[in-house]
């Protein structure tokens, strides 16, 4: 079915980039008088999307078309070739665009997807920082792929100013912080290394996959670029992969949606749908989870089979202060060391409840092993000097009731055997 022609969500998108350039889309909230919204949670709900004219329906069709009859071809219509443009991705990249503070969404298949086209940004020769503890799959693809075109990156703590300063090189071009970082959930203080960067001319790119838009908005604190891995929280339920970044301002937009257009990784139309749904959740699942979280956090700190806890809301994590100023929550993954690596195996078999494997965000607690998931991609040298060792869990918290869950953790941890 196809949406009124004057559908507010379809008017700013003809297929030119200028076209396609959108800031914000939360609903004119002045047709209904005295209506504003002053909460994040019902920016979540109401952002992306309004209703289509022609049918009222509250949820945006799925486009599946490739392609777009053009009756008069020097005057082409809003959408020309789905690579190029795609309406319900344009509504999944406009909610993002709105809730981030940033000039334009772009919508990739994957969070990989969408770092890789972050990297297309620099040029043979350039070099980056990026945050050491970062998802092995970020430096997977910086060294067997872009290394072979010339780039060249350092991995350093993002959150220690003299290593930042030490790694700057004349060469450098951007700086990619991920926040929190994975798995040691280290938190980088945005505006202070914002500023750093930018007297360098940097680009400041931000990975702000676990912390989501909901937590914090990096674009509004000096980044340039946020970059999601929106298989994770924002799609909600471990079903969909997906991946976004919204750009700060026009230009570096239109240098990103080149190169989606020109590289072709574009979401589908299916998982941008699944992509909005999932936002329209985001605020209560977090807030929930995190719940659940910070409880799981305190507890597992006074268990004897813990070594340490890492979760940036506890106030001895070393990112507290940081998190507090900067952020508006404190998350849904934590990371423990245990005191005996050899009680993994035995602990993961006494799950009832908790999952084991890859990847986290969804709404059943995962726990995963970062010697043999998130990390698999670097070596074991390269895991050792990370500190990455097979003692470290990292456990997504999900949505099951704070007492089932961590009944479930607490007895698989005092049973576990050797
Ligand atoms: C922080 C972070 N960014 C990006 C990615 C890559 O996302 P995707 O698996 O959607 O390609 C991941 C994957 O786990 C991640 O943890």
Known sequence: MQPGKNA??????PATFDKLLHSTSVPKQSDKEGVTITEKRTQF?????????ATQAITPPVFRATTYHQA????????????????????????????????????????MATLTAAFMLLSQGDHLIVTRDCQGGTQRVLRGVFSRFGIQVSYVDTEDYPALEQALKPQTRAILIENFSNPFLHVTDIPLVSQWAHEHHLWVMVDNTFITPY????????????????????GGHSDITAGIAVAKDKDLGQQLYFIQNAC????????????????????????????????LAEVLQQ?????????????????????????????????IRLKDASWVTDLAHRLTLTKVGAGFGGTETILSLPELHCHAALTRDERRERNITPDVIRISVGLESET???DDILHALDQAES
Do not use: C
Request: avoid cysteine; charged fraction near 20%.
């Open 264 to 295: 072709g990784a574009v979401l589908s139309p299916d998982d941008s749908y699944m992509s909005l749904r999932g936002l329209h959740t985001l605020p209560v699942r977090m807030d929930r989870a995190q719940e659940t979280a910070r409880k």
């Open 215 to 234: 937590l914090q908005n990096p674009l509004t604190q000096g980044a340039d670029l946020v970059i999601h891995s929106a298989t994770k929280m924002i």
């Open 72 to 111: 008069d071809p020097w005057n082409p219509p809003t959408y020309d070739y789905a690579r190029s443009g795609n309406p319900t991705r344009h509504a999944f990249e406009s909610a993002m665009s709105s809730l981030e503070h940033g000039a334009m969404g772009l919508a990739f298949s994957s969070g």
């Open 45 to 53: 709900v109401h952002t992306g999307y309004e209703l289509d004219s």
């Open 8 to 13: 507010a969500w379809l008017r700013p998108t």
């Open 404 to 406: 089932d869950l961590i």
């Open 303 to 335: 268990h004897p089979r813990v070594d340490e806890v890492y979760y940036p809301g506890l106030a001895t994590h070393p990112g507290y202060e940081i998190a507090q100023r900067t952020m508006r929550g404190f998350g849904q993954m934590l990371t």
